[in-house]
């Protein structure tokens, strides 16, 4: 269950894996390109919005569990895992789905919990080292 409509004036208020940070995250369906915006604190992140249907797609195609793999843009992020798949350029947006130079990265912190709560996917909340798989569909 989720709370927020996903607005700006009604934001997604999430938590991340391990439980240990809040916060929000919204559409932003008017800006070039849309996107969806994460604000962490006095931190915003956005990435592309079309980054929900195309995680929760590629997380389907593995059919089994993926580590998140969370990590700041300047540092690389492991193989195989959420973090690689978000700046590969084999994904549909071709690299980066993070938007704001410098802050491109933890897409794999932010963006499976947002996804558990739209039921699209089921995620570990261990202390650290959390994976990811996608709901059965059906």
């Not at 071709?94 to 897409?107: T, V």
Request: net charge negative; glycine share 10%.
């Amino acid at each position: 269950m989720v709370n927020g409509t996903g607005t700006k004036d009604d934001p997604w208020q999430l938590t991340t894996a391990p439980g240990t940070s809040q916060y929000s995250m919204y559409r932003d369906e008017q800006s070039d390109p849309p996107a969806l915006v994460c604000q962490v604190g006095s931190t915003t992140l956005k990435y592309h919005l079309s980054a929900i249907d195309d995680l929760a797609a590629w997380l389907r195609e593995q059919s089994d569990w993926v580590p998140l793999g969370a990590a700041d843009e300047q540092k690389t992020a492991a193989a195989g895992s959420v973090e690689a798949w978000g700046r590969s350029e084999n994904n549909p947006v071709g690299g980066w789905y993070g938007l704001r130079k410098g802050y491109r990265g933890r897409f794999g912190m932010y963006l499976p919990p947002l996804l558990e709560a739209l039921g699209l996917v089921e995620l570990t909340h261990d202390a650290r080292n959390n994976s990811v798989r996608a709901l059965p569909q059906g």
